[in-house]
């Protein structure tokens, strides 16, 4: 559609005439002259005629230029979506940046993003996106957030939590609507967390939960029990142990024919608060409920979890003889289910443990070994990892 058509368009939902829009400005002519295209007019004369339309300056110009927007991008893209194939919109992508069509990169990005999952790849690709977008930007819009939640969430995976807390911090920045920076809120107040920001994560979530109470339903009580759940960790960490177990049931409670794996998460970490104040009895029947779930499940990292907890307790209670059999156990599961490395590398450094207190001098000789797999998975075990002092 050219200028002249959407002036004409505009103009007749408005109920003017030719002469109208025209006024004192301009003669009747002129504006027929521009309608049937015969004229182009300059950018100053577009501006007049949209404020008399009470349109944006946007609405009138040309949406596309053949030269510097060429519509391979877009069609590609199009092309991907309805064969849903990741390869061709990365072609429209790398076209996109290529060409600095924010828009369309934008778009494909979150194509990708949505359809891989948060990978390496995936994770350059928004990283890109984003820096065009400071040399381009879009409105933020809801495609705006949409991308940066995704690029806050590829950060969060990546473990770079700085620069995930930097993304949800722009994202509230912008005074979004509440139903956004609640959203968040929530992610901020879990990087935080990560970062050891424990107070700043308990303001965080206590924000989302007063935005929360404007809300209802499922979804509202599934967030809820996840801001109750992260307040109950924070304090956990900060030793208000009290305070942790409250928040922590709370959430519990909310989870109730909400979320079954997040109420045996909670139910865990209320195990985990009880073995801080050495309930130890109350704690194992907690966790021994949760570890059967996730085998029931077949959760089985989650079980050999929960077994790793259950350890510290048979060790704490002096009985090195269940401690060894809850440990094996986390192990095979690992090694024969749901092998999660940085578990792997907590159980044998416990096994090493039992070993130690049973005096069996092999502890050394595995220890070695735990602490080889430890650098290969970049995972900081410290020099400390055998004392047996502060299990609890």
Same mark, same amino acid.
């Given at each position: 559609?050219?200028?002249?058509?959407?002036?004409? *368009?505009?103009?007749?939902?408005?109920?003017?005439?030719?002469?109208?829009?025209?006024?004192?400005?301009?003669?009747?002519?002129?504006?027929?002259?521009?309608?049937?295209?015969?004229?182009?007019?300059?950018?100053?004369?577009?501006?007049?005629?949209?404020?008399?339309?009470?349109?944006?300056?946007?609405?009138?110009?040309?949406?596309?230029?053949?030269?510097? &927007? /060429?519509? %391979?991008?877009?069609?590609?893209? &199009?092309?991907?979506?309805?064969?849903? #194939?990741?390869?061709?919109?990365?072609?429209?992508?790398?076209?996109?940046?290529?060409?600095?069509?924010?828009?369309?990169? *934008?778009?494909?990005?979150?194509?990708? #993003? @949505?359809?891989?999952?948060?990978?390496?790849?995936?994770?350059?690709?928004?990283?890109?996106?984003?820096?065009?977008?400071?040399?381009? /930007?879009?409105?933020?819009?809801?495609?705006?957030?949409?991308?940066?939640? @995704?690029?806050?969430?590829?950060?969060?995976?990546?473990?770079?939590?700085?620069?995930?807390?930097?993304?949800? %911090? #722009?994202?509230?920045?912008?005074?979004? #609507?509440? =139903?956004?920076?609640?959203?968040?809120?929530?992610?901020?107040?879990?990087?935080?967390?990560?970062?050891?920001?424990?107070?700043?994560?308990?303001?965080?979530?206590?924000?989302?939960?007063?935005?929360?109470?404007?809300?209802?339903?499922?979804?509202?009580?599934? @967030?809820?029990?996840?801001?109750?759940?992260?307040?109950?960790?924070?304090?956990?960490?900060?030793?208000?142990?009290?305070?942790?177990? %409250?928040?922590? @049931?709370?959430?519990?409670?909310?989870?109730?024919?909400?979320?079954? =794996?997040?109420?045996?998460?909670?139910?865990?970490?209320?195990? *985990?608060?009880?073995?801080?104040?050495?309930?130890?009895?109350?704690?194992?029947?907690?966790?021994?409920?949760?570890?059967?779930?996730?085998?029931?499940?077949?959760?089985?990292?989650?079980?050999?979890?929960?077994?790793?907890?259950?350890?510290?307790?048979?060790?704490?209670?002096? +009985?090195?003889?269940?401690?060894?059999?809850?440990?094996?156990?986390?192990?095979?599961?690992?090694?024969?289910? +749901?092998?999660?490395?940085?578990? &792997?590398?907590?159980?044998?450094?416990?096994?090493?443990?039992?070993?130690?207190?049973?005096?069996?001098?092999?502890?050394?000789?595995?220890?070695?070994? *735990?602490?080889?797999?430890?650098?290969?998975?970049?995972?900081?075990?410290?020099?400390?990892?055998?004392?047996?002092?502060?299990?609890?």
């Amino acid at each position: 559609m050219s200028i002249g058509e959407r002036i004409r *368009v505009f103009r007749k939902k408005q109920g003017m005439s030719q002469a109208d829009l025209a006024g004192n400005l301009f003669n009747r002519s002129y504006i027929s002259q521009i309608e049937l295209g015969s004229t182009i007019p300059p950018v100053e004369t577009i501006q007049l005629l949209a404020a008399k339309l009470r349109v944006n300056l946007d609405d009138l110009l040309d949406p596309i230029d053949p030269i510097k &927007m /060429p519509k %391979e991008p877009y069609h590609k893209l &199009m092309q991907a979506k309805r064969c849903k #194939s990741v390869p061709l919109a990365i072609e429209s992508w790398q076209k996109s940046i290529e060409y600095s069509l924010s828009t369309i990169a *934008v778009d494909a990005a979150m194509f990708i #993003s @949505q359809t891989k999952g948060y990978t390496d790849q995936v994770h350059k690709i928004l990283f890109t996106t984003y820096n065009l977008l400071i040399r381009v /930007p879009i409105s933020e819009n809801g495609t705006w957030f949409d991308f940066m939640f @995704q690029l806050g969430n590829s950060y969060f995976h990546q473990k770079q939590f700085h620069e995930a807390k930097q993304i949800y %911090e #722009s994202i509230i920045q912008a005074n979004p #609507s509440l =139903d956004i920076e609640r959203r968040a809120r929530i992610n901020l107040a879990s990087t935080c967390f990560e970062i050891t920001f424990y107070e700043l994560a308990i303001m965080n979530y206590e924000h989302a939960i007063e935005l929360l109470k404007l809300e209802s339903g499922t979804l509202s009580k599934q @967030q809820l029990g996840m801001c109750l759940h992260g307040l109950g960790s924070c304090h956990h960490y900060l030793g208000h142990l009290d305070l942790a177990y %409250e928040y922590t @049931q709370q959430a519990q409670d909310k989870y109730t024919q909400v979320d079954e =794996d997040r109420w045996h998460d909670a139910n865990q970490n209320l195990g *985990v608060t009880l073995i801080a104040q050495k309930k130890y009895n109350h704690a194992k029947q907690k966790l021994l409920f949760s570890e059967q779930f996730y085998v029931k499940a077949t959760l089985y990292a989650k079980a050999a979890n929960v077994l790793d907890d259950l350890v510290k307790i048979a060790i704490l209670e002096n +009985d090195l003889t269940q401690a060894s059999e809850y440990n094996t156990q986390g192990i095979s599961y690992l090694e024969e289910y +749901d092998y999660d490395p940085v578990l &792997m590398v907590r159980l044998l450094v416990q096994k090493c443990q039992i070993l130690k207190l049973q005096q069996n001098e092999s502890y050394r000789d595995l220890f070695i070994a *735990v602490k080889a797999l430890a650098r290969a998975i970049q995972f900081d075990l410290k020099d400390n990892a055998l004392d047996t002092d502060d299990l609890g």
